[in-house]
Protein backbone atom coordinates (compact mmCIF):
# COMPACT_ATOMS: atom_id res chain seq x y z
CA UNK A 1 0.00 0.00 0.00
CA UNK A 2 2.59 2.40 0.96
CA UNK A 3 4.62 2.26 -2.71
CA UNK A 4 1.37 2.44 -4.41
CA UNK A 5 0.76 5.96 -2.04
CA UNK A 6 3.85 7.29 -3.12
CA UNK A 7 3.55 6.98 -7.03
CA UNK A 8 2.43 9.83 -8.49
CA UNK A 9 -1.14 10.46 -9.31
CA UNK A 10 -1.98 9.69 -12.83
CA UNK A 11 -5.54 10.85 -14.57
CA UNK A 12 -6.71 9.18 -17.75
CA UNK A 13 -7.78 10.46 -21.35
CA UNK A 14 -11.05 11.19 -20.86
CA UNK A 15 -10.47 13.81 -17.46
CA UNK A 16 -7.23 15.44 -19.25
CA UNK A 17 -9.70 16.15 -22.19
CA UNK A 18 -12.08 17.99 -19.95
CA UNK A 19 -9.54 19.43 -17.91
CA UNK A 20 -9.04 21.09 -21.15
CA UNK A 21 -12.25 22.65 -21.89
CA UNK A 22 -12.36 25.56 -19.43
CA UNK A 23 -9.20 26.44 -21.30
CA UNK A 24 -11.41 27.08 -24.40
CA UNK A 25 -13.33 28.80 -22.24
CA UNK A 26 -11.07 31.60 -20.75
CA UNK A 27 -9.22 31.44 -24.05
CA UNK A 28 -11.95 32.95 -26.41
CA UNK A 29 -12.56 35.44 -24.03
CA UNK A 30 -9.35 36.65 -23.58
CA UNK A 31 -8.15 36.18 -27.39
CA UNK A 32 -11.14 38.24 -28.23
CA UNK A 33 -10.23 40.87 -25.44
CA UNK A 34 -6.54 41.32 -25.97
CA UNK A 35 -6.87 40.99 -29.75
CA UNK A 36 -10.35 43.75 -30.17
CA UNK A 37 -9.72 46.14 -27.18
CA UNK A 38 -6.60 48.35 -28.76
CA UNK A 39 -8.20 48.26 -32.20
CA UNK A 40 -11.99 49.09 -31.21
CA UNK A 41 -11.16 51.91 -28.36
CA UNK A 42 -8.20 53.45 -30.67
CA UNK A 43 -9.52 53.01 -34.27
CA UNK A 44 -12.93 52.54 -33.93
CA UNK A 45 -14.03 54.74 -31.28
CA UNK A 46 -11.36 57.10 -31.44
CA UNK A 47 -10.33 57.28 -28.17
CA UNK A 48 -6.47 59.02 -27.70
CA UNK A 49 -3.44 57.31 -26.99
CA UNK A 50 -3.23 59.62 -24.01
CA UNK A 51 -6.65 57.98 -22.36
CA UNK A 52 -5.84 54.43 -22.96
CA UNK A 53 -2.56 54.89 -20.97
CA UNK A 54 -4.18 56.40 -18.50
CA UNK A 55 -6.69 53.52 -18.54
CA UNK A 56 -4.02 51.43 -18.93
CA UNK A 57 -2.23 52.32 -15.50
CA UNK A 58 -5.53 52.21 -13.25
CA UNK A 59 -5.68 48.85 -14.59
CA UNK A 60 -2.42 47.85 -13.48
CA UNK A 61 -2.78 49.19 -10.12
CA UNK A 62 -5.80 47.22 -9.58
CA UNK A 63 -4.14 44.12 -10.67
CA UNK A 64 -1.76 44.72 -8.43
CA UNK A 65 -3.94 44.76 -5.60
CA UNK A 66 -6.38 41.63 -6.34
CA UNK A 67 -3.96 39.13 -7.57
CA UNK A 68 -2.00 38.38 -4.34
CA UNK A 69 -5.17 38.98 -2.40
CA UNK A 70 -7.49 35.97 -4.41
CA UNK A 71 -4.13 33.92 -4.17
CA UNK A 72 -4.25 34.34 -0.76
CA UNK A 73 -7.51 33.82 -0.04
CA UNK A 74 -8.05 31.07 -2.14
CA UNK A 75 -5.18 29.29 -0.68
CA UNK A 76 -6.59 29.55 2.70
CA UNK A 77 -10.09 28.52 1.84
CA UNK A 78 -11.48 25.85 3.60
CA UNK A 79 -14.58 24.68 2.58
CA UNK A 80 -16.00 21.11 2.03
CA UNK A 81 -15.97 21.31 -1.40
CA UNK A 82 -12.53 22.63 -1.69
CA UNK A 83 -10.80 25.68 -1.65
CA UNK A 84 -10.61 26.18 -5.67
CA UNK A 85 -13.38 24.95 -7.57
CA UNK A 86 -16.40 27.00 -6.07
CA UNK A 87 -14.59 30.45 -7.17
CA UNK A 88 -14.51 29.05 -10.38
CA UNK A 89 -17.84 27.57 -11.08
CA UNK A 90 -19.73 30.70 -9.41
CA UNK A 91 -17.39 33.22 -11.10
CA UNK A 92 -18.03 32.08 -14.39
CA UNK A 93 -21.31 34.05 -15.15
CA UNK A 94 -19.69 37.16 -13.83
CA UNK A 95 -16.99 36.80 -16.29
CA UNK A 96 -19.32 36.44 -19.10
CA UNK A 97 -21.88 39.49 -18.20
CA UNK A 98 -18.25 42.26 -17.67
CA UNK A 99 -17.10 40.74 -20.74
CA UNK A 100 -20.19 41.26 -22.81
CA UNK A 101 -20.10 44.97 -21.25
CA UNK A 102 -16.77 46.05 -22.64
CA UNK A 103 -18.41 45.78 -25.93
CA UNK A 104 -21.16 48.49 -25.40
CA UNK A 105 -19.46 51.17 -25.11
CA UNK A 106 -21.58 54.46 -26.08
CA UNK A 107 -19.77 55.56 -29.21
CA UNK A 108 -21.40 58.90 -29.37
CA UNK A 109 -21.02 59.95 -25.66
CA UNK A 110 -17.70 61.59 -26.29
CA UNK A 111 -13.97 60.48 -25.29
CA UNK A 112 -14.79 60.75 -21.69
CA UNK A 113 -17.98 59.10 -21.41
CA UNK A 114 -16.01 56.47 -23.65
CA UNK A 115 -12.80 56.58 -21.11
CA UNK A 116 -14.46 56.08 -17.82
CA UNK A 117 -16.90 53.31 -19.79
CA UNK A 118 -13.60 51.67 -20.70
CA UNK A 119 -12.09 51.40 -17.50
CA UNK A 120 -14.71 50.44 -15.44
CA UNK A 121 -15.43 47.29 -18.09
CA UNK A 122 -11.72 46.40 -17.95
CA UNK A 123 -11.76 46.29 -14.08
CA UNK A 124 -14.59 44.37 -13.70
CA UNK A 125 -13.88 42.33 -16.46
CA UNK A 126 -10.19 41.61 -15.02
CA UNK A 127 -11.87 41.03 -11.52
CA UNK A 128 -13.81 38.08 -12.61
CA UNK A 129 -10.69 36.75 -14.88
CA UNK A 130 -8.31 36.83 -12.63
CA UNK A 131 -10.22 34.89 -9.84
CA UNK A 132 -11.09 31.92 -12.77
CA UNK A 133 -7.97 31.93 -14.08
CA UNK A 134 -5.87 31.46 -11.04
CA UNK A 135 -7.95 29.10 -9.68
CA UNK A 136 -7.31 27.02 -13.04
CA UNK A 137 -3.49 27.52 -12.78
CA UNK A 138 -3.71 26.18 -9.27
CA UNK A 139 -5.37 23.49 -9.60
CA UNK A 140 -2.30 22.03 -11.98
CA UNK A 141 0.25 21.42 -9.55
CA UNK A 142 -2.06 20.03 -7.06
CA UNK A 143 -3.86 17.62 -9.07
CA UNK A 144 -0.88 15.10 -10.03
CA UNK A 145 2.89 15.34 -8.73
CA UNK A 146 4.37 14.54 -11.98
CA UNK A 147 6.05 16.62 -14.34
CA UNK A 148 4.59 14.21 -17.24
CA UNK A 149 1.16 13.85 -16.30
CA UNK A 150 1.47 17.65 -15.83
CA UNK A 151 2.59 17.92 -19.46
CA UNK A 152 -0.28 16.34 -20.87
CA UNK A 153 -2.61 18.41 -18.83
CA UNK A 154 -1.36 21.50 -20.15
CA UNK A 155 -0.98 20.05 -23.41
CA UNK A 156 -4.87 19.62 -23.27
CA UNK A 157 -5.30 23.08 -21.21
CA UNK A 158 -2.77 24.16 -24.46
CA UNK A 159 -4.40 23.11 -27.51
CA UNK A 160 -8.14 24.30 -26.17
CA UNK A 161 -6.56 27.14 -25.14
CA UNK A 162 -5.45 27.77 -28.83
CA UNK A 163 -8.43 26.79 -30.38
CA UNK A 164 -10.18 29.54 -28.03
CA UNK A 165 -7.35 32.11 -28.81
CA UNK A 166 -7.96 31.54 -32.55
CA UNK A 167 -11.54 32.06 -32.22
CA UNK A 168 -11.10 34.76 -30.53
CA UNK A 169 -9.40 36.25 -33.25
CA UNK A 170 -12.08 35.07 -35.96
CA UNK A 171 -14.92 35.63 -33.96
CA UNK A 172 -14.28 39.27 -33.93
CA UNK A 173 -13.15 39.11 -37.75
CA UNK A 174 -16.41 38.08 -38.97
CA UNK A 175 -18.51 40.46 -36.97
CA UNK A 176 -16.21 43.74 -37.04
CA UNK A 177 -16.51 46.74 -38.79
CA UNK A 178 -15.03 46.88 -41.79
CA UNK A 179 -14.22 49.05 -45.18
CA UNK A 180 -17.27 49.33 -47.16
CA UNK A 181 -19.61 46.93 -44.78
CA UNK A 182 -21.96 47.75 -42.32
CA UNK A 183 -20.50 50.29 -39.53
CA UNK A 184 -22.81 49.47 -37.49
CA UNK A 185 -21.62 47.71 -33.82
CA UNK A 186 -24.83 45.66 -33.06
CA UNK A 187 -23.21 42.65 -35.18
CA UNK A 188 -20.44 42.16 -33.06
CA UNK A 189 -22.13 43.03 -29.75
CA UNK A 190 -24.18 40.40 -30.22
CA UNK A 191 -21.48 38.25 -31.39
CA UNK A 192 -20.01 38.82 -28.02
CA UNK A 193 -23.14 38.05 -26.03
CA UNK A 194 -23.17 34.38 -27.82
CA UNK A 195 -19.15 33.45 -27.00
CA UNK A 196 -19.62 34.89 -23.39
CA UNK A 197 -22.67 32.42 -22.73
CA UNK A 198 -20.92 29.55 -23.98
CA UNK A 199 -17.46 30.48 -22.24
CA UNK A 200 -19.25 30.76 -19.06
CA UNK A 201 -20.60 26.66 -20.06
CA UNK A 202 -17.58 25.45 -20.53
CA UNK A 203 -15.99 26.42 -17.45
CA UNK A 204 -18.71 25.31 -15.31
CA UNK A 205 -18.73 22.00 -17.28
CA UNK A 206 -15.03 21.26 -16.07
CA UNK A 207 -15.51 22.13 -12.32
CA UNK A 208 -18.01 19.58 -12.34
CA UNK A 209 -15.45 16.69 -13.30
CA UNK A 210 -12.28 17.94 -11.68
CA UNK A 211 -12.32 17.25 -7.83
CA UNK A 212 -9.61 18.65 -5.45
CA UNK A 213 -7.26 17.05 -3.42
CA UNK A 214 -8.88 16.89 0.21
CA UNK A 215 -5.69 16.45 1.98
CA UNK A 216 -4.36 19.86 1.15
CA UNK A 217 -7.39 21.53 2.56
CA UNK A 218 -8.25 19.49 5.28
CA UNK A 219 -4.40 18.87 6.65
CA UNK A 220 -2.31 21.90 5.48
CA UNK A 221 -2.93 24.50 7.88
CA UNK A 222 -2.83 28.07 6.22
CA UNK A 223 -0.37 30.44 6.28
CA UNK A 224 -1.04 34.00 7.30
CA UNK A 225 -0.42 36.58 4.73
CA UNK A 226 2.49 38.07 5.58
CA UNK A 227 4.41 34.61 6.07
CA UNK A 228 2.63 33.65 3.11
CA UNK A 229 4.19 36.49 1.09
CA UNK A 230 7.66 35.81 3.52
CA UNK A 231 8.08 32.31 1.48
CA UNK A 232 6.98 33.74 -1.40
CA UNK A 233 9.74 36.34 -2.10
CA UNK A 234 12.48 34.65 -1.02
CA UNK A 235 12.24 31.91 -3.12
CA UNK A 236 14.84 32.43 -5.89
CA UNK A 237 13.42 29.25 -8.38
CA UNK A 238 9.74 31.79 -8.43
CA UNK A 239 11.71 35.28 -8.95
CA UNK A 240 13.57 33.92 -12.00
CA UNK A 241 10.88 32.30 -13.53
CA UNK A 242 8.74 35.08 -12.83
CA UNK A 243 11.34 37.88 -14.65
CA UNK A 244 11.22 35.57 -17.43
CA UNK A 245 7.48 34.84 -17.56
CA UNK A 246 7.23 38.67 -17.31
CA UNK A 247 8.71 39.17 -21.32
CA UNK A 248 6.23 35.80 -22.24
CA UNK A 249 3.68 38.24 -21.21
CA UNK A 250 4.92 41.09 -22.56
CA UNK A 251 5.25 39.24 -25.99
CA UNK A 252 1.93 37.82 -26.10
CA UNK A 253 0.21 40.97 -25.33
CA UNK A 254 1.96 42.77 -28.50
CA UNK A 255 1.36 40.31 -30.62
CA UNK A 256 -2.40 39.53 -30.22
CA UNK A 257 -2.90 43.43 -30.18
CA UNK A 258 -1.00 43.91 -33.77
CA UNK A 259 -2.03 41.13 -35.42
CA UNK A 260 -4.95 42.91 -37.09
CA UNK A 261 -2.53 45.82 -38.17
CA UNK A 262 0.09 43.79 -39.54
CA UNK A 263 -2.82 42.08 -42.00
CA UNK A 264 -4.76 44.71 -42.68
CA UNK A 265 -1.92 47.86 -43.20
CA UNK A 266 1.61 45.42 -43.83
CA UNK A 267 1.40 42.41 -45.38
CA UNK A 268 -2.32 43.34 -47.07
CA UNK A 269 -3.55 40.06 -46.75
CA UNK A 270 -6.79 38.76 -44.72
CA UNK A 271 -6.40 38.08 -41.46
CA UNK A 272 -6.99 34.63 -40.95
CA UNK A 273 -4.26 33.83 -43.70
CA UNK A 274 -2.09 35.63 -41.67
CA UNK A 275 -3.19 34.04 -38.17
CA UNK A 276 -2.70 30.41 -39.76
CA UNK A 277 1.11 31.50 -40.18
CA UNK A 278 1.43 32.09 -36.90
CA UNK A 279 -1.28 29.15 -34.94
CA UNK A 280 -0.35 25.75 -37.12
CA UNK A 281 2.80 26.03 -36.24
CA UNK A 282 1.89 26.60 -32.70
CA UNK A 283 -0.47 23.70 -32.18
CA UNK A 284 2.46 21.29 -33.98
CA UNK A 285 4.87 22.87 -31.51
CA UNK A 286 2.11 22.44 -28.30
CA UNK A 287 2.61 18.41 -28.19
CA UNK A 288 6.65 18.98 -29.27
CA UNK A 289 6.95 20.00 -26.04
CA UNK A 290 6.91 16.69 -24.59
CA UNK A 291 9.68 15.68 -26.78
CA UNK A 292 11.89 18.70 -26.12
CA UNK A 293 10.92 18.11 -22.19
CA UNK A 294 12.31 14.47 -22.59
CA UNK A 295 15.23 15.22 -24.17
CA UNK A 296 16.43 18.23 -22.45
CA UNK A 297 14.68 18.52 -19.29
CA UNK A 298 11.28 21.36 -18.61
CA UNK A 299 13.42 24.44 -18.56
CA UNK A 300 15.87 23.62 -20.69
CA UNK A 301 12.99 22.92 -23.34
CA UNK A 302 11.36 26.07 -22.41
CA UNK A 303 14.78 27.76 -23.14
CA UNK A 304 14.82 26.84 -26.75
CA UNK A 305 11.34 27.11 -27.78
CA UNK A 306 12.09 30.96 -26.51
CA UNK A 307 14.89 30.95 -29.03
CA UNK A 308 13.06 29.89 -31.81
CA UNK A 309 10.39 32.40 -31.19
CA UNK A 310 13.00 35.28 -30.62
CA UNK A 311 14.53 34.69 -33.98
CA UNK A 312 11.20 34.80 -35.87
CA UNK A 313 9.84 37.74 -34.28
CA UNK A 314 13.18 39.99 -34.63
CA UNK A 315 12.87 38.79 -38.33
CA UNK A 316 10.14 40.22 -39.05
CA UNK A 317 12.30 43.74 -38.89
CA UNK A 318 14.58 42.96 -41.83
CA UNK A 319 13.37 40.45 -44.16
CA UNK A 320 10.94 41.59 -47.22
CA UNK A 321 7.09 41.92 -46.74
CA UNK A 322 6.60 39.02 -48.52
CA UNK A 323 9.02 36.93 -46.16
CA UNK A 324 6.70 38.10 -42.91
CA UNK A 325 4.49 34.71 -42.56
CA UNK A 326 7.44 32.60 -43.24
CA UNK A 327 8.78 34.59 -39.72
CA UNK A 328 5.35 34.15 -37.96
CA UNK A 329 5.74 30.45 -38.66
CA UNK A 330 8.93 30.47 -36.94
CA UNK A 331 7.60 32.49 -34.26
CA UNK A 332 4.80 30.19 -33.80
CA UNK A 333 6.10 27.22 -33.06
CA UNK A 334 8.52 29.10 -30.79
CA UNK A 335 5.82 30.11 -28.64
CA UNK A 336 4.43 27.11 -27.92
CA UNK A 337 7.57 27.19 -24.88
CA UNK A 338 5.75 29.56 -22.85
CA UNK A 339 2.22 28.10 -23.78
CA UNK A 340 2.79 24.99 -22.35
CA UNK A 341 5.94 24.86 -20.12
CA UNK A 342 5.95 28.14 -17.49
CA UNK A 343 2.93 26.32 -15.61
CA UNK A 344 4.98 23.13 -15.37
CA UNK A 345 7.41 25.13 -14.01
CA UNK A 346 5.41 26.68 -11.54
CA UNK A 347 4.60 23.46 -10.78
CA UNK A 348 8.01 23.17 -9.63
CA UNK A 349 8.41 25.96 -7.67
CA UNK A 350 4.88 24.97 -5.92
CA UNK A 351 6.90 21.63 -5.30
CA UNK A 352 10.18 23.18 -3.94
CA UNK A 353 8.28 25.23 -1.76
CA UNK A 354 5.74 22.93 -0.22
CA UNK A 355 9.03 21.47 1.41
CA UNK A 356 10.22 24.71 2.84
CA UNK A 357 6.37 26.05 4.41
CA UNK A 358 4.96 22.52 4.53
CA UNK A 359 1.86 23.52 2.86
CA UNK A 360 0.44 23.92 -0.82
CA UNK A 361 0.20 27.11 -1.42
CA UNK A 362 -0.26 27.63 -5.49
CA UNK A 363 -2.18 30.51 -5.43
CA UNK A 364 0.17 32.99 -3.24
CA UNK A 365 2.65 31.84 -6.53
CA UNK A 366 0.30 32.41 -9.48
CA UNK A 367 -0.97 35.54 -7.38
CA UNK A 368 2.05 37.34 -7.21
CA UNK A 369 2.95 36.39 -10.83
CA UNK A 370 -0.06 38.06 -11.96
CA UNK A 371 0.96 40.74 -9.62
CA UNK A 372 4.59 41.35 -11.17
CA UNK A 373 3.27 39.95 -14.79
CA UNK A 374 0.23 41.47 -15.56
CA UNK A 375 1.52 45.20 -15.67
CA UNK A 376 2.83 43.78 -18.69
CA UNK A 377 -0.20 43.48 -20.56
CA UNK A 378 -0.71 47.19 -19.70
CA UNK A 379 2.46 48.32 -20.99
CA UNK A 380 1.67 46.54 -24.12
CA UNK A 381 -1.87 48.06 -24.15
CA UNK A 382 -0.15 51.49 -23.50
CA UNK A 383 2.61 51.21 -25.67
CA UNK A 384 1.46 50.25 -29.34
CA UNK A 385 -0.82 53.59 -28.93
CA UNK A 386 2.09 55.70 -28.17
CA UNK A 387 3.91 53.96 -31.25
CA UNK A 388 1.33 54.27 -33.20
CA UNK A 389 0.90 57.82 -32.54
CA UNK A 390 4.62 58.27 -33.03
CA UNK A 391 5.28 56.92 -35.97
CA UNK A 392 2.20 58.86 -37.62
CA UNK A 393 -0.54 56.31 -37.89
CA UNK A 394 -3.03 57.33 -39.49
CA UNK A 395 -6.98 56.31 -37.69
CA UNK A 396 -9.75 55.04 -39.40
CA UNK A 397 -11.37 57.88 -37.18
CA UNK A 398 -8.66 60.54 -38.59
CA UNK A 399 -10.20 59.38 -42.06
CA UNK A 400 -13.90 60.00 -41.87
CA UNK A 401 -14.21 56.26 -40.29
CA UNK A 402 -12.91 54.65 -43.20
CA UNK A 403 -9.75 52.23 -43.27
CA UNK A 404 -6.76 54.69 -44.50
CA UNK A 405 -4.68 51.77 -46.01
CA UNK A 406 -1.50 53.22 -47.71
CA UNK A 407 -0.15 54.54 -44.29
CA UNK A 408 3.27 55.98 -44.41
CA UNK A 409 6.64 54.42 -44.33
CA UNK A 410 6.98 55.40 -41.21
CA UNK A 411 3.80 53.90 -39.68
CA UNK A 412 4.82 50.53 -41.36
CA UNK A 413 8.18 50.69 -39.46
CA UNK A 414 5.85 51.33 -36.49
CA UNK A 415 3.84 48.40 -36.52
CA UNK A 416 6.69 46.25 -37.30
CA UNK A 417 8.49 47.40 -34.26
CA UNK A 418 4.95 46.35 -32.01
CA UNK A 419 4.58 43.25 -34.25
CA UNK A 420 8.49 42.25 -34.08
CA UNK A 421 11.17 43.67 -32.58
CA UNK A 422 9.88 44.74 -29.06
CA UNK A 423 8.52 41.03 -28.33
CA UNK A 424 11.37 39.25 -29.89
CA UNK A 425 13.43 41.02 -27.90
CA UNK A 426 11.29 39.95 -24.99
CA UNK A 427 12.04 36.55 -25.75
CA UNK A 428 15.71 36.68 -26.08
CA UNK A 429 15.88 38.07 -22.52
CA UNK A 430 13.56 35.60 -21.26
CA UNK A 431 15.68 32.95 -22.22
CA UNK A 432 18.56 34.41 -20.85
CA UNK A 433 16.83 34.83 -17.32
CA UNK A 434 16.23 31.27 -17.26
CA UNK A 435 19.72 30.12 -17.04
CA UNK A 436 19.58 31.36 -13.26
CA UNK A 437 16.12 28.94 -12.46
CA UNK A 438 17.88 26.06 -10.24
CA UNK A 439 15.43 23.35 -10.13
CA UNK A 440 16.88 20.61 -12.86
CA UNK A 441 18.74 17.57 -12.59
CA UNK A 442 19.27 15.88 -9.41
CA UNK A 443 17.60 18.52 -7.30
CA UNK A 444 14.40 18.57 -9.21
CA UNK A 445 14.49 14.70 -8.53
CA UNK A 446 15.09 15.05 -4.68
CA UNK A 447 12.16 17.30 -4.78
CA UNK A 448 10.10 15.41 -6.62
CA UNK A 449 10.50 12.36 -4.56
CA UNK A 450 10.25 14.64 -0.87
CA UNK A 451 7.23 16.01 -1.65
CA UNK A 452 5.68 12.46 -2.71
CA UNK A 453 6.59 11.40 0.53
CA UNK A 454 5.58 14.21 1.86
CA UNK A 455 1.57 13.89 0.31
CA UNK A 456 1.94 9.88 1.17
CA UNK A 457 2.02 11.66 5.03
CA UNK A 458 -1.26 13.83 4.43
CA UNK A 459 -2.71 11.25 2.91
CA UNK A 460 -2.19 8.34 5.70
CA UNK A 461 -3.54 11.61 8.20
CA UNK A 462 -6.52 12.73 6.25
CA UNK A 463 -7.74 8.95 6.08
CA UNK A 464 -7.09 8.17 9.94
CA UNK A 465 -9.16 11.63 11.15
Known amino acids: MTNKI ?3 VTHGRGYKVIW ?7 SVISGIYGALLPIFYQDYLGLSARWIAIASIAYAVWNAINDPLFGHITDSTRSKHGRRIPYMRFTAPFLALT ?7 PAQAGERAIFWWMLVTMLLYDTAYTIIGLVYSSLLPEVTESDSERNDLQISSSLFGLLGTLLGFLIPDLFRPKAGGDPSFLPLQMAM ?3 AIVAA ?4 ATTLKVKERMEFTQVDKPLGLRESLRFTFTSKSFLVLVAANFMSILMNSLILGAIFYLADYVVKIN ?7 LFIPLIIGVPCTKIFTKRFGVVRGHQIFLLIAAAGLLAI ?3 PTALIPICLVFAGFGLAGPQT ?6 AQVSDEDELRSGVRREGAFFGVNALITKPAQSVAIALSPFILEATNFVTRDQNGGQIFLNQPESAIWGIKIIAGLVPGSAMLLGAIILIWFPLRGQKLEDIRNQVLELHAKKHNQLTSE
Open 99 to 105: FVLVWFA
Open 20 to 26: GIAALGT
Open 317 to 319: MVV
Open 193 to 195: IAV
Open 201 to 204: LLII
Open 271 to 277: TMLLLAC
Open 341 to 346: LTNILF
Open 6 to 8: HQA
